[in-house]
């Protein structure tokens, strides 16, 4: 879904993001409306949300609990002084806010303030950060106010998001390719998960602006590209350039658990998302594992259940 909107109309602006984010959020200027120039280009892809948005003027705004996701404001020009679960912060181009699914939010943003708005499904999120962890993380994620988008995972981030979204907007872009367009959309996801603070493990998420090795990226990708395809520790090696020794301790210090472990969730989230969105007519679930790479029905059933609390059938059943 893409939408765009260029207007001096204050209503008009806050009906389009309203529509695209949060019926609720409500929009008024600081002053009075001279000055005011809305601009919003929206994408929606899957379970992630994303605008270029600025106002032109100094603005005020504030909604109630967003319930169903998480948020993430980057600007890349001016700032945003934002008041969230009784906590006062400041985003700008050196770091961005971040938003639970419970509490009020309220916003002064800048007259010069361009930013990147970035909603994503709370399940969604929530998934992802448990599987790059391998624990039950609880909802809502106790995620850090800010996260630093100046170097290491939040840059990397920020890029991807931006690409992803000028990719998007472009008629023969991703969204002539739809697998490809799956992969981009899920790295938009894991790569958040990475980015922003969290009080679990050791893992680079609690220092965002810490780099990754490039073996382990080398690997991620590899494994991101072709979830599918049977990897062997000595395969995710070879395409790090380095041992399998190295790789493993590269990988619990900078993932937080062993590449085979990561390729698993990986794939066990590929399955769910699958399961999540088509129904008993549409696909099989040995289908489905097998594409995700599962050659051994009955240990992947197993690990699914142990995974998601059901078996892969009734989540399949359960869209019906």
Not at 198 to 223: I, S
Request: neutral net charge; contains cysteine.
């Amino acid at each position: 879904m893409r939408a765009s909107l260029r207007t001096t109309d204050v209503d008009e602006a806050r009906a389009f993001c309203g529509g695209m984010y949060y019926g609720s959020l409500e929009v008024k200027p600081a002053g009075g409306t001279e000055g005011f120039s809305f601009s919003g280009d929206v994408v929606r892809v899957g379970p992630v949300t994303i605008g270029d948005i600025s106002y032109g003027t100094e603005m005020c705004l504030a909604s109630g609990d967003l319930e169903t996701a998480y948020h993430v404001l980057a600007p890349l020009t001016g700032g945003v002084q934002v008041l969230h679960r009784g906590a006062s912060t400041m985003a700008d181009p050196s770091q961005a806010a971040v938003f639970h699914p419970v509490g009020d939010i309220d916003l002064r943003w800048s007259a010069d303030c361009r930013l990147i708005s970035v909603k994503v499904d709370r399940l969604a999120l929530e998934r992802e950060l448990g599987a790059v962890l391998d624990l039950r993380v609880g909802s809502p994620l106790p995620l850090g106010a800010t996260f630093g988008l100046a170097a290491g995972p939040g840059r990397s981030w920020l890029a991807l998001i931006r690409l992803l979204h000028s990719e998007v907007r472009h008629p023969d872009g991703l969204s002539l390719l739809p697998q490809l367009l799956r992969r981009w959309r899920e790295l938009a996801v894991s790569g958040l998960a990475q980015a922003v603070e969290h009080p679990f493990g050791d893992g680079p998420a609690r220092q965002p602006t810490a780099r990754r090795p490039r073996t382990v990226k080398r690997t991620l990708d590899a494994m991101h590209a072709e979830p599918g395809r049977s990897f062997t520790a000595a395969e995710l090696a070879d395409i790090a350039g380095v041992g399998i020794r190295v790789l493993q301790e590269s990988f619990r210090q900078h993932v937080g658990v062993p590449p085979l472990t990561y390729l698993r969730r990986l794939r066990l989230e590929g399955v769910h998302t699958e399961l999540s969105r088509a129904g008993p007519d549409q696909l099989s679930v040995s289908e489905v594992a097998t594409r995700w790479g599962f050659t051994h029905l009955g240990r992947f059933a197993g690990a699914y259940r142990d995974r998601y609390g059901v078996s892969p059938s009734q989540t399949l059943r359960d869209n019906s």
